[in-house]
């Protein structure tokens, strides 16, 4: 099983253009998340989906938008990137919610730059 | 809203000492996790504690959780080059998890 795959690895942006990254699993996962790690901040939740169809704002949502239209996929966009933006971003996934006997299984991560 | 801290930030330890990082939250927790990233990695999942005041050994790693479910520790005994990485804790916030901000250990031979 691959489990968890992120696309791209890595990417340079300017600002003001946009641009989706695609994160897929192939865990029959019901849950689905978006993490940005940045130095000294941890992981921050940016948007999340607890199925297909669903998907709901995180910890620090603005700037990024969502999809999951398919299970097994869930898609990150930036409409108009902004240098703030940069970051290694992670996408997760879990059997159930992620708090009980269902700990989450991450990408490999997306470098994003934006000049 | 639910925070989850972590103390300290940073530690450097010569290899064959010890280590502890300290998790707290504002709240009480279901439940907390903790996850390994290894440096230019991605978090794996450690541990999940469950009950108040329980504690899981894993090898040279012993996790504990506070009879009050509002903190958690790590411990390794005996550091190894292999322990370098970031700690994080995670407490459940809603459908999601939480994560403190991590420690960094650095282990020199």
């Known amino acids: 099983n691959a489990g968890v795959t992120q696309t791209p690895k890595f990417r340079v942006l300017k600002t003001g253009q946009s641009m989706t990254l695609l994160c897929a699993q192939d865990?029959?996962?019901?849950?689905m998340y978006w993490y940005r790690q940045d130095p000294g901040m941890g992981l921050r939740l940016i948007h999340y989906?607890?199925?297909?169809?669903?998907?709901a704002k995180g910890e620090v949502p603005d700037g990024y938008n969502v999809s999951r239209l398919k299970k097994q996929n869930f898609l990150l966009g930036l409409e108009s990137a902004a240098p703030s933006q940069t970051s290694v971003y992670f996408c997760?996934?879990?059997?159930?919610?992620?708090?009980?006997?269902?700990?989450?299984?991450f990408g490999n991560g997306t470098r994003l730059t934006v000049t | 809203g639910q925070q989850v801290m972590q103390i300290p930030q940073y530690q450097h330890v010569q290899e064959g000492e010890d280590f502890t990082t300290y998790c707290n939250s504002s709240?009480?927790?279901?439940?907390i996790q903790w996850y390994k990233q290894r440096p230019g990695g991605h978090p794996v999942f450690l541990i999940q504690?469950?009950?108040?005041?329980e504690v899981k050994k894993q090898k040279r790693l012993t996790f504990q959780f506070g009879e009050a479910k509002k903190n958690s520790s790590l411990h390794i005994t005996a550091t190894q080059t292999t322990d370098v990485g970031t700690y994080f804790c995670?407490?459940?916030?809603?459908?999601?998890?939480?994560f403190g901000k991590g420690t960094s250990l650095l282990v020199t031979p």
């Open positions: 995670a407490g459940l916030a809603g459908y999601a998890l939480n």
């Open positions: 504690l469950v009950k108040s005041g």
């Open positions: 997760a996934s879990s059997y159930g919610t992620g708090g009980y006997n269902s700990p989450l299984h």
């Open positions: 989906s607890v199925g297909e169809g669903t998907t």
């Open positions: 709240t009480t927790l279901s439940n």
């Open positions: 865990m029959n996962h019901e849950y």
